[in-house]
């Protein structure tokens, strides 16, 4: 099986005013089709970058190394005009705050539609009725109604569901989730996580699943790759890692997940 | 919605009342007598009383009060008999000067004060709002920040100190525009618009000054935005970024703020009119008040305090036509 | 328990430690202004300006023209009372020239002037400050009806036409003294402003968390307002009143430039400016000069005013 993701040797270096800061070094890693990898660390860790620099959304001034490829296809050095055509189409994001990341000016239909329109172009009506289907994928009920409703009009939980229809619009082969259930509810956030494992299963979508909470990776990656402080430390099956974890920053963050046979220290 | 307006009028008029009854007090109370005033240099005593009890100045201060609010809904009479005056509905009484009906006075007016309000306002919003999107789009380059440099600059010169400097340029040195009158558009539209020009860029430039930086500030603020994340996120064409994501959440709030602008201008600009003798409210304003011309400082105050609140309740409705989180209960 | 609330949150960075204490000491400020020509620039004008008013009457003294000396030796009576010279009669006599028609020395009138200026817009700023955060503070705290009746008289003030106002009941007013009056007229139309954000911040202060641990570890409610909602109003405090000093000097200057501010023969920037209209055609440098000043001034101001308010949000931020 060839891989989707390729990540290999990548480095994000920023300018600061205490020079050059690498906030991601030498990174590498894959994701097979229909395949979730989790990348885990504290904040600052890095996760985040690794992953806009997948997209190309890095902030202005920010300087990549090494080599992301999809598909086979080099992503870095391209120019933005041909990151935009990937964008959304190929490889999609979704994250943390759903309420922020979606726009408070425009109903959730609009923003969908907008998004579906700008890679497969077509008549409103009929990108119209492809966002009532991924609003019903998702489990929006009266998909049709409620594409008229601005983001405000949902609860939490629905908002990231709307994230993930439209992330899911255009059925990209890789879809990349940046902490998408930390801002909800436990109840909730174990429901968005079915929903995602569900829909990855379903269309085949590979994915990147990063967050800071070892308990939801162990739950959803089959691969899991643990940084800190801008490096690689840990890499392997979910298995592997959490049964015996080689590194010792690995161990402190599996230490510091409540379990329920802990004893109660009074 | 119906519940919501009926409130929003209510304290509308309730405000207004206020600057009506704080004006009259005031007035009433701090100035010397206007019988004497009108009355003028050669005067007897019965003469003046002749003109208080026309006036009603020898009724209680409430009965007066009472007359000038009925005469604004109701019209009021002056006088009996053959000397009748009957003055109609929005009755604001009769210049002490001039005897002209005030309130036709400010309908004689007013078109000036809004052709000054309209023309200055189409300046600093192309202006303020072009040069503070540029400057938001390039912020940190030379462009940015020479720009915002001119606008403290601008913001900080006093517009008669404007008014004048540009005239003596202008008028004086260059002399590009003829001196400043007060002309009608009917008098030929290039003469019209040349005497305007001066009193437009003066109004307009503290206003540009302040829009530009407001511009730049909210832009930065939405540019920085999650939601412009995930606008580029999508892959969607950088102008649609900008203008359908970017331009709406930042430009909204300026809305607010120019239509409060807007109306406190149309009750007149004081100093721009005084300065380049246009005859509008504002200079009618600053000439009673030289006067003691008390009806017409009564009428153009609370004309000022009618736009102003007025303003204030059309930019809240507006705003929930443009922000959808805002809605009416 | 401890009596260390937390100060702020975690926003507050380095130097938090002490309870209440906000992040923006005033030796940041300065360290940062000192980096940043502009303000450098600024503070140094304002410095001139400030000594050309404390010292007015040393300076005249050695110059020998003072605010109201006629000099006819200066002027022209062939020329309608035009100033003798060039650029409105500047020479070494007369620094910044003389008055046409009477002869009076402008570099005088300017110190003068600066004097008035000063001390109506700062006398001006304290009484509105201290209206400002009295209702604001009343209004955000305690809520109710308080809050109602202050948000009333706020709104009402606020659509009141205020320069009309101002101009109207100062002419109305019999003279007396005009300084005081002025202060009076500005500081009752501009203390809402003020009070508005000081009421917001409140407002949110009051529902902290830090806020309510004192309150619920027994703090008395002057304990409350001056250790921990103070303070914590300091750096908006700070920005607010450096803009509203230039603020009021334009104010100052537009009453008196519309014939309703000090009366002559007290100079003032304003009123100077006033009398020159009608020689501005053949006497450009009368009006320039106290054209400038007034215009440096309050640009010194307002630029000095914005980097702190930069400093202060880059403080707050990190």
Known sequence: MSELLVVEDLTVTFPTTRGLVDVVKDVSFTVGRDETVGIVGESGSGKSMTSLAIMGLLPRGAVTRGSIRLNGVELLGRTDRQMRAIRGEQASMIFQDPLSSLNPYYTVGLQIEEMYRAHRGGSRKAAGKVVAEALAQVGIPEPDRRAGYYPHQFSGGQRQRIMIAMALVCSPALLIADEPTTALDVTVQAQILRLLAGLQKETGTGMVFVTHDLAVISSIAARVLVMCQGEQVEYGTAEQVFSEPRHEYTRMLLESIPRIDDEVVS | MARYLAGRIAGLVLILFMVCLFTYLIFFKLSPDPAVMICGKTCTPERILQIRTLLGLDQPFFTQFWDFLSGLFAGRDYGSGANLIHCPAPCLGYSFQTSQSVWEMILDRLPVSATVAVGAAVLWLVIGIGAGLLSAVREGTWWDRTTMGLALGGASIPNYVLALALQYVLVVKLQILPFPSAVAFSDGPLLWLQSYLM??????????????????????????????????????????????????????????????????????????????????????????IAKNDQPVIMAVTLLAAFFVVVGNVVVDLVYTGLDPRVRIR | MTTAAPSRDAKAGPGAGTPGVPATSGRRIAGALLHDWAAVLSTGFLALVVLMAVCAPLITALTGHGPNDFDAAAIDTNLGGLPRGSLGGVSAEHLFGVEPQNGRDVFARIMY???????????????????GVVFGMLAGFYGGWADQVISRVMDFLMAFPSLIFMIAILSSLPSGNRAVLLVVVISVFGWPYLARVVRGQTLTLVNRE?????????????????????????????????????????????????????????????????????????????????????????????????RIRAVTDAGEAS
């Open chain 2, 199 to 288: 009193p437009w860029i003066v109004l307009a430039t503290g206003y540009a000054c302040l829009y530009a930086r407001l511009t730049r500030a909210n832009v930065i603020d939405t540019l920085a935005e999650n939601f412009m994340r995930t606008a580029r996120s999508k892959g969607l064409a950088p102008v649609l970024t900008m203008r359908r994501h970017a331009l709406r959440p930042a430009l909204t709030p300026i809305t607010t703020i120019f239509g409060m602008d807007f109306a406190a201008l149309l009750g007149g600009a004081l100093i721009t009119e005084t300065v380049f003798g246009l005859n509008g409210v504002g200079k009618m304003a600053a000439d009673s």
């Open chain 3, 113 to 131: 002037g600066a004097r008035v200026s000063f001390l109506i817009a700062i006398s001006a700023t304290v009484l509105t400050t201290l209206l």
């Open chain 3, 210 to 306: 830090f806020v309510e641990a004192a309150r619920a570890s027994g703090a008395s409610t002057g304990a409350l307002v001056f250790k921990e909602i103070l303070p914590n109003l300091r750096s908006s405090l700070i920005v607010m009143t450096t803009l509203a000093v230039p603020g009021y000097i334009g104010t100052e200057a537009g009453l008196s430039f519309l014939g309703v501010g000090v009366t002559p023969p007290t100079p003032s920037w304003g009123q100077m400016i006033a009398s020159s209209v009608s020689w501005y055609a053949v006497d450009p440098m009368y009006f320039a000069i106290p054209g400038l000043f007034l215009f440096l001034t309050v640009l010194s101001l307002t630029v000095l005013g914005d």
